[in-house]
């Protein structure tokens, strides 16, 4: 399994970006995704969770409103597309897939907790200048 994640760069708070993972050597449509990320200095954190079937996204408060998952099954890909950036969204970005196929959760919890995931992309850096 493969994830590789890219779209990252340096932008002027009040921007956006749109970051986009591909996944290879799985059935990339049965898996969750998630995105995470880590700034300097801090733990990795959860961003935004999306189904399987793009049936149900999860965002942190911290994004809600301003970030968009999304997911291209056809394509073995999936975006985050980030709005009004301020530079506390200053981070490495991750990309990573919770590989319980086709998987439902009761709790919204279960989607933002790190250990569900099993494959990770190697990041992308996420520039946000004030």
């Known amino acids: 399994v493969q994830l590789q994640a890219f779209g990252g760069g340096l932008v002027q708070a009040g921007g956006f970006l749109r970051l986009s993972c591909t996944g290879s050597?799985?059935?990339?449509?049965?898996?969750?995704m998630g995105w995470f990320r880590q700034s300097p200095g801090k733990e990795r954190e959860f961003v935004a969770a999306i189904t399987w079937d793009g049936g149900g996204t999860y965002y942190a408060d911290s994004v809600k409103g301003r970030f968009t998952i999304s997911r291209h099954n056809a394509e073995n890909t999936v975006y985050l597309q980030m709005n009004s950036l301020k530079s506390d969204d200053t981070a490495v970005y991750y990309c990573?897939?919770?590989?319980?196929?086709?998987?439902?959760?009761?709790?919204?919890?279960?989607?933002?907790?790190?250990?569900?995931?099993?494959?990770w992309g190697q990041g992308t850096l996420v520039t946000v200048s004030s």
């Open positions: 050597g799985l059935t990339f449509s049965n898996y969750n």
């Open positions: 990573a897939a919770d590989l319980a196929a086709r998987t439902y959760y009761s709790s919204r919890s279960s989607y933002t907790q790190e250990q569900r995931y099993h494959a």
